[in-house]
């Protein structure tokens, strides 16, 4: 448990650590936009008309436009019946043209004529050294140059500033409210200046201002895109008085740049395949600050802390879990997390959606893998420590079958059996203190199970000092009675060094009888549900078991089946029916293997 809460705490730190540094940021910011923005139905209280290229293809650069602005405020504001309620110019008119100083002059007396123009200003940031309490600091984001309207029209009309700040990655999310400037004075921005004057005008209360950061910034819900606040006129529609007056009776009318190369366009969080023109960027500001909906980023300290706590809830509850159970609890984390978010967003509150289904992610990948290698070495751990007590062959059969292999059961087929048994080892046990007898014994043991593996037999069991082998079973081979007599004499060959180092080292000498029958035999899992063999049963078993009891030291008795299953491969001696096997009727013939025939 300890293992797994160290785990689970360095994981979760280490991911919450990225998402802090700001890993995710970019895909992260994507996700949200197409997870959050979305557009919705037209307002008909907001009207954009563009100046497009058509339209500066007819008048002239949008710099030069300035009688023709008049002459648009005063065809707008012509029927006072069919005035809109605010004119917002989303231009820069920052000095006096001399060229031109009647056009000057009309534009500032038409906005001071009927007091609902709106024109925009600009300001440029930058880092500034402040020097407070005797020591130098740098002020970051400050406004360190402020260009309003010319005097006459900064007079006759409201203005504010109409900077848009992209973020880091270079997407419009958030806009800003105000700004200061070098003089000290606070500046609205251009749409919530218009919003104020609409309020104003239509006697309707003003919202509240959105909650902002240390600089000024509010996160921006869109709501449409250029073309939902447009109804196909473009500015030249206008001043050539091709408009009906109907269309922008009571209305916010913004008249804007949205010719292509005027550098007013951006992308924007609602979408990240078009720019989106400056005015239209206005227009959906005012919306917001009309619908007095504006969600704000929870505390990334907050989100952080969640984060971490989620990461280790998913660590801890993944460790060593099935798949169907890990991929369960990843499906439900993801999904709940991102219906948070859409629910928290609805309530005005803003979540890193990616974060949490990115760290599910990689906890689970992680856990997979991390679960397959411990299951791996936990099987090769059980393989290692029963192939002590199990034969390799048996086990990899049975983990090939799987859960099969633990049924009750087996199959009839013919096989090969070898019983070897020590001879004199009571005399033996009778002289020799345990701990000897039983090093004896195991050198013994470890002989003859080198012996049946070296000639790809099963070792199937060990009783006592004897030992029983199986060829054929459970996977069938190539003249495995050929391997069961070559283990035979490997057994009678290696004894003799053996036996002579124990005389040596002990004075006790010890040799083997050996018994090898051919035949069917059942073969499986034989015993209890709770506790079986994996082993073969039958007559042909019991009759090398008694081929073994009657078998001197040093010599290997084998049955006829075995005898013509070697062919003239095996030198024999037939001892007829001279030895009475308990079970077997008159004329059962027992051999003597003497040597195989290698070359045959």
């Known amino acids: 448990m300890k293992r797994r809460v160290l785990t689970a705490l360095i994981v979760s730190a280490v991911l919450t650590l990225a998402m802090g540094l700001g890993v995710l940021y970019v895909p992260d910011n994507a996700f949200c936009d197409a997870?959050?923005?979305?557009?919705?139905?037209?307002?008909?209280?907001?009207?954009v008309i563009g100046i497009d290229q058509e339209t500066i293809d007819e008048l002239g650069p949008v710099t030069g436009l300035r009688g023709e602005m008049a002459t648009a405020i005063e065809i707008l504001n012509a029927d006072p019946d069919k005035q809109p309620a605010v004119i917002g110019i989303d231009l820069m008119y920052t000095g006096e043209n001399r060229e031109a100083k009647d056009s000057d002059e009309r534009l500032a007396a038409a906005a001071s004529k009927y007091q609902n123009v709106v024109v925009g200003a600009d300001a440029k940031f930058g880092d500034q050294a402040v020097f407070t309490n005797g020591a130098f600091s740098i002020k970051t984001h400050n406004v360190t140059g402020w260009y309003p309207p010319y005097p006459a029209l900064a007079k006759a009309a409201l203005y504010g500033h109409i900077n848009e700040m992209l973020d880091k990655d270079g997407i419009f999310r958030h806009a800003l409210i105000s700004i200061h400037t070098p003089e000290g004075t606070q500046i609205d921005s251009f749409a919530k200046a218009i919003y104020s004057l609409w309020c104003k005008r239509t006697?309707?209360?003003?919202?509240?201002?959105?909650?902002?950061?240390?600089?000024?910034?509010?996160?921006?819900?869109?709501?449409?895109?250029?073309?939902?606040?447009?109804?196909?006129?473009?500015?030249?529609?206008?001043?050539?008085?091709?408009?009906?007056?109907?269309?922008?009776?009571?209305?916010?009318?913004?008249?804007?740049?949205?010719?292509?190369?005027?550098?007013?366009?951006?992308?924007?969080?609602l979408n990240h395949a078009a720019e989106m023109p400056g005015v239209a960027i206005q227009a959906n500001i005012i919306e917001a600050f009309q619908k007095g909906f504006f969600p704000r980023e929870v505390s990334e300290a907050l989100q952080l802390c969640v984060c971490f706590i989620i990461c280790f809830l998913i660590t801890f509850f993944l460790w060593k879990r099935r798949i169907i159970s890990s991929v369960i609890i990843w499906i439900l984390t993801c999904a709940l997390w991102i219906l948070i978010c859409i629910l928290g967003y609805k309530s005005g509150l803003i979540l890193h959606a990616l974060w949490i289904p990115v760290c599910a992610t990689l906890l689970f990948i992680a856990s997979v893998a991390w679960n397959y290698a411990f299951t791996r070495k936990e099987k090769r751990i059980v393989t290692d420590t029963f192939g002590?007590?199990?034969?390799?062959?048996?086990?990899?059969?049975?983990?090939?079958?799987?859960?099969?292999?633990?049924?009750?059961?087996?199959?009839?087929?013919?096989?090969?059996?070898?019983?070897?048994?020590?001879?004199?080892?009571?005399?033996?046990?009778?002289k020799l203190d345990a701990e000897t007898v039983v090093e004896i014994v195991n050198r013994y043991l470890t002989l003859t199970t080198e012996c049946i593996v070296r000639n790809h037999g099963t070792l199937d069991k060990f009783v006592g000092d004897c030992t029983m082998a199986v060829w054929n079973a459970p996977i069938e081979q190539e003249d495995p009675v050929y391997f069961a007599c070559r283990a035979a004499l490997d057994m009678i060959e290696g004894s003799k060094a053996l036996s002579d180092e124990l005389m040596e080292r002990f004075g006790q000498s010890v040799d083997f009888g050996i018994g090898i029958n051919w035949g069917p035999a059942v073969f499986g899992n034989i015993g209890a549900p709770k506790r079986m063999d994996y082993t073969a049963i039958g007559d042909t078993v019991n009759t090398a078991s008694r081929l073994e009891a009657n078998a001197e030291g040093g010599t290997i008795l084998i049955s006829r089946a075995v005898a013509d299953a070697l062919g003239d491969r095996a030198k024999t001696i037939s001892l007829g029916s001279s030895i009475k096997l308990k079970g077997k009727s008159e004329g059962f013939e027992i051999l003597r293997l003497l040597e195989l025939n290698e070359e045959s």
């Open 388 to 430: 002590h007590y199990i034969d390799p062959t048996v086990m990899n059969q049975l983990l090939k079958e799987g859960p099969d292999a633990l049924e009750l059961g087996g199959k009839t087929q013919d096989i090969a059996v070898l019983f070897v048994d020590i001879r004199g080892f009571t005399a033996m046990s009778e």
């Open 35 to 47: 997870l959050y923005q979305r557009t919705g139905l037209q307002n008909s209280s907001i009207m």
């Open 203 to 269: 006697d309707t209360p003003k919202s509240n201002d959105p909650k902002t950061s240390a600089h000024g910034f509010y996160y921006l819900p869109f709501s449409s895109s250029e073309q939902g606040y447009s109804d196909g006129f473009n500015f030249l529609d206008l001043v050539n008085g091709k408009i009906d007056p109907y269309y922008y009776k009571d209305k916010i009318i913004l008249i804007g740049p949205t010719a292509p190369g005027m550098q007013d366009a951006y992308i924007t969080s």
